[in-house]
């Protein structure tokens, strides 16, 4: 595995200016990464990486002593599937992607085993591995999921119950294989999730990578997609319902960096109640290797009460000229107050026709996953949502 110096003040994002002084990094790009958490300086809050999240309520992910045993898990029996532990020597680790932050590097640096989920074979298939009961101590977690050349599959990474996590996930799409990745945080209302996910994309390979966030106290999930080879694609989903006291947070990084690459980013989230708190950060680098790249990432926010807070951040560097378009898109508001009065002037009640306008804003990322079982039960946890229950 990659092991790094002790940083100086250029790594920890900042650069000397031609008249001495310090001026921060500006650029995603160019931030510090390291798998050791020493390299990192304690957390507190004013980084970058962190100043739009509660980092008090994770301290002890970021500076702490983790557990870093094996979780408990339960894994979908599916032809064409395997899962199975390996350990940090596995020639696959750190191919996909090097920790930006300290949680990310604490939990790198903590792990004994890293679980592998290997898909192979051109049919389709479906498997869910869920990690439950995870408990109240601080733990770390390492994850590897690659899927064979011209394989096809949907992987639903599921974290259920009680949790204190930091974690890592490698994904290795190999060369005109097709893959669905879901990552579905369904925690306790007072665990805590910080993951750090990293996609290496093939040749003429495509992952569709889907972010779902409904249950925790505070979630943060980071995804790194790396087009690597001409052809990639990659379409990024999020879908996040954030209710009162809730902080779910997203990072998102696309790096184009081979020609002829795709990128589509799409996250859409619903506030309500006393103190919900959103986070959205996108992230796009269009590489100088990267020609004729289409790319184009939105963010969408609907917010049904007051006191709430969305943050939509989306940036875009380009460093070639030759590509076939890139854009950028956020938008934050209320209820559409044309279709309620459309719905209400048809004789539906207005709490019902708030549900079906939420509904509809929603459901078109749960309508892209792909598994009918899923997509079902997502419907119905939204439901929930908008039930209050």
Do not use: C
């Amino acid at each position: 595995m990659q092991s790094t110096a002790m940083p100086t003040a250029e790594q920890h994002g900042l650069v000397a200016h031609s008249d001495g002084a310090f001026v921060p990094v500006q650029t995603r790009s160019e931030r510090f990464r390291s798998v050791n958490v020493e390299d990192f300086e304690p957390v507190n809050g004013r980084e970058h990486e962190w100043k739009l999240s509660p980092v008090a309520a994770f301290a002890d992910l970021t500076s702490g002593e983790l557990d870093g045993s094996r979780p408990e898990i339960e894994a979908d029996e599916v032809d064409g599937v395997a899962v199975s532990w390996v350990g940090r020597d596995d020639a696959r680790i750190g191919t996909t992607g090097t920790p930006e932050e300290r949680a990310s590097a604490n939990a790198w640096s903590s792990f004994s085993e890293a679980l592998l989920i290997s898909v192979t074979g051109e049919g389709e298939k479906v498997a869910t591995v869920t990690r439950s009961g995870l408990g109240n101590a601080p733990r770390a977690a390492h994850t590897i999921i690659e899927i064979a050349p011209n394989s096809r599959g949907l992987v639903v990474l599921r974290g259920t119950g009680d949790a204190r996590l930091t974690e890592n996930l490698e994904i290795l799409v190999g060369d005109g294989a097709q893959l669905t990745v879901v990552s579905l945080q369904e925690w306790s209302d007072d665990s805590v999730h910080l993951a750090s996910q990293f996609a290496k994309v093939g040749r003429d390979a495509f992952l569709k990578h889907i972010v779902v966030s409904l249950g925790g106290k505070v979630v943060r999930v980071n995804p790194q997609t790396h087009l690597a080879e001409q052809g990639a694609d990659v379409e990024a989903l999020g879908l996040y319902f954030a209710d009162a006291g809730q902080h779910l947070e997203q990072q998102v990084y696309v790096h184009h960096d081979a020609p002829h690459t795709k990128s589509r980013v799409t996250y859409k989230g619903a506030l309500q109640g006393e103190g919900a708190r959103t986070v959205w950060i996108g992230d796009v680098l269009i590489g100088q290797k990267a020609t004729g790249t289409d790319s184009y990432e939105q963010n969408r926010n609907l917010v049904l009460t007051d006191g709430t807070r969305a943050d939509s951040v989306p940036n875009l560097e380009i460093e070639t000229g030759d590509i076939e378009g890139a854009g950028h898109a956020s938008a934050t508001g209320r209820f559409d107050d044309e279709q309620l009065f459309y719905l209400m002037a048809r004789g539906i009640r207005e709490d019902e026709a708030r549900r079906l306008v939420v509904r509809g804003f929603l459901t078109e990322i749960v309508q892209k996953i792909g598994s009918p079982e899923l997509e079902e039960r997502l419907t119905a946890a939204l439901e929930a949502e908008l039930q209050g229950n």
